[in-house]
């Protein structure tokens, strides 16, 4: 079975009716557990009562806590979020979190060192204690796949550039893609473009991006794979990403072909948009069945 490490924010996102479990490392997680890998969360969480409610929902959806620090000072982390009139969800971080101050163990280092993937982002940089563990773990992990997650004011760009330097697989959308490639001096138009002077700039061989409703593509040594998304009724779009990319690696690991990767990666991606929450229960029954 292939191990897989998500590295970073697990917090509550608050809705206006309710709270639910959340954090890119925890929906990536989920997603690949649900896939049939074994996915483990290097984070921190409050010495508190949301805290521990907060592992007793990561261990109900049998995720391996024993990564998971306990601050003792700093509260578990939740995001308030609002969806708007089109599903799209807006964000407000709460600073500072447990998780803003997540520190190097051995038994962290030791899983990184022998697992098959080490996933991360970059809003878990925004604080200097938690980026420093970060840097130290990418270090000596085998296969580095970077999720580009920028939100204002929590992120620097010379910390994403870095991030950028380390991975294997570069993973953004295209409001990202722009940031990004506008960043390092490219003025022109055209995605594929713009991907190609990204790779070749940061010497970043494996760079896909997400489009929403029109699907993704994926640049991989050299060669450009595209699928058109699938047309759904959007009830919101929160963790849609992650799942996207948790689906992605799965299939790539599982040593399906890109296209079809991709393809069930962009049936996934939709499928979560159709309901409430970051997390919903999506077997790959159904999820092949949409791809067939």
């Known amino acids: 079975m292939n191990k897989i490490v998500c590295f970073g924010e697990v917090l509550w996102d608050i809705f206006p009716n309710n709270k639910i479990i959340g954090g890119a490392p925890f929906n990536v997680a989920y997603r690949l557990n649900s896939l049939g890998m074994e996915a483990s969360i290097i984070s921190s969480i409050g010495n508190d009562s949301s805290g521990e409610l907060l592992i007793k929902e ?20 939740e995001v308030k979020i609002s969806i708007d009139e089109k599903g799209s969800a807006n964000y407000k971080i709460l600073s500072p979190v447990a998780w803003d101050e997540i520190s190097t163990t051995k038994l962290g280092f030791n899983k990184v060192k022998n697992s098959n993937a080490f996933v991360y982002g970059s809003l878990s940089s925004r604080s200097e204690h938690s980026k420093k563990t970060l840097f130290e773990l990418l270090k000596i ?65 494996s760079i896909c991006v997400s489009r929403g409703e029109n699907g993704a593509i994926l640049y991989e040594n050299g060669g450009f794979y595209e699928h058109f998304g699938y047309k759904i009724k959007v009830k919101d779009t929160v963790g849609a990403g992650d799942s996207f990319l948790a689906t992605l690696i799965s299939y790539r690991m599982q040593n399906f072909s890109i296209e079809k990767s991709l393809e069930l990666a962009c049936a996934m991606g939709a499928l979560v948009c159709k309901y409430d929450g970051a997390n919903p229960k999506i077997t790959s029954e159904l999820l092949m069945s949409l791809t067939r």
Do not use: M, W
């Not at 990561?58 to 982390?77: A, C, F, V, Y």
């Open 58 to 77: 990561i261990e109900k959806n049998q995720i391996n806590t024993s990564l998971i620090q306990k601050h003792p000072s700093l509260k578990t982390g």
């Open 141 to 205: 992990a085998k296969f580095k796949v970077f999720d580009v997650n920028i939100r204002a004011p929590h992120y620097s760009l010379e910390t994403i550039k870095a991030l950028i330097n380390e991975a294997n697989l570069l993973k953004c959308n295209e409001e990202e893609l722009l940031f990004l490639s506008k960043s390092y001096g490219y003025k022109k138009n055209g995605l594929r473009e713009r991907i190609t002077f990204l790779s070749d700039k940061t010497e970043t061989t």
